[in-house]
């Protein structure tokens, strides 16, 4: 089974509006990351925070790390059009395993 | 700027027969991942290679798929003989080389989605 897990399964917010998805996972990491999926494409890596990091920050995004809770929260603010995809999130015991997925829509 | 190119986009076969995927990595990435997607989920790792070793096999069903990188460089993916289940994205990744149990950034190209009718 997958490690993690995003919640919400999908979200529509309206352009400029902030957009925030939470990951749960199940084992200890060394570090986590999110990725970006549009509809049929690849993936794209937007940002990895390490398990002694609690916050990270990379453009509009926004990453927190809660480890006593296994959770961590991806923060878009000021969102696009450009923005709607898929977003997972990967963690890594030994290999990487990614979530279900949250399905952004970004309605201009 | 260096990406994973992938081969071919789109595949549609009929159950039964043989497919080959082709996957060439980022030069220099040492570590390649296959993975496969079903519409809906997240991508789930099938095989992953250091260099031309299988690290990871333990989620290829290997009574059908198989998976090679002879050369440490390019990979190909075979399935043989392709179901109606199979019908999904393969992906395929690289990361430079990783330190034990530390999970490297992944570079992922633009996926083969795969139809088995």
């Known amino acids: 089974s997958q490690q993690g897990e995003e919640d919400p399964q999908a979200l529509s917010i309206q352009e400029g509006e902030n957009a925030t998805m939470n990951c749960s996972y199940k084992?200890?990491?060394?570090?986590l990351q999110w990725y970006r999926q549009n509809s049929g494409r690849g993936l794209v890596h937007l940002i990895l925070?390490?398990?002694?990091?609690r916050e990270k920050h990379s453009g509009r995004l926004r990453v927190t790390l809660d480890t006593s809770k296994k959770s961590s929260s991806l923060l878009i603010t000021a969102s696009r059009a450009a923005d709607t995809a898929s977003y997972f999130c990967?963690?890594?015991?030994?290999?990487?395993?990614f979530g279900t997925g949250t399905r952004l829509t970004v309605i201009p | 700027e260096a990406e994973v190119a992938q081969s071919p986009r789109y595949k549609i076969t009929e159950k039964s027969q043989a497919v080959a995927f082709w996957c060439d990595p980022i030069?220099?990435?040492?570590?390649l991942y296959w993975y496969r997607q079903i519409l809906g989920q997240g991508p789930e790792l099938l095989v992953q290679?250091?260099?031309?070793?299988?690290?990871?096999d333990s989620q290829l069903p290997k009574d059908r798929f198989s998976a090679e990188r002879l050369k440490g460089v390019d990979s190909t993916l075979k399935i043989q003989p392709a179901e109606l289940g199979d019908s999904a994205m393969y992906l395929c990744?690289?990361?430079?080389?990783?330190?034990?149990?530390?999970?490297?950034?992944?570079?992922f190209g633009p996926g083969t989605r795969l139809l088995v009718l």
């Open positions: 084992t200890s990491i060394n570090n």
């Open positions: 925070i390490r398990s002694n990091e």
């Open positions: 990967a963690t890594r015991a030994n290999n990487l395993f």
């Open positions: 290679f250091q260099d031309e070793s299988v690290v990871d």
């Open positions: 030069s220099g990435h040492a570590t």
């Open positions: 990744a690289s990361s430079l080389i990783m330190d034990s149990g530390f999970m490297e950034t992944q570079y």
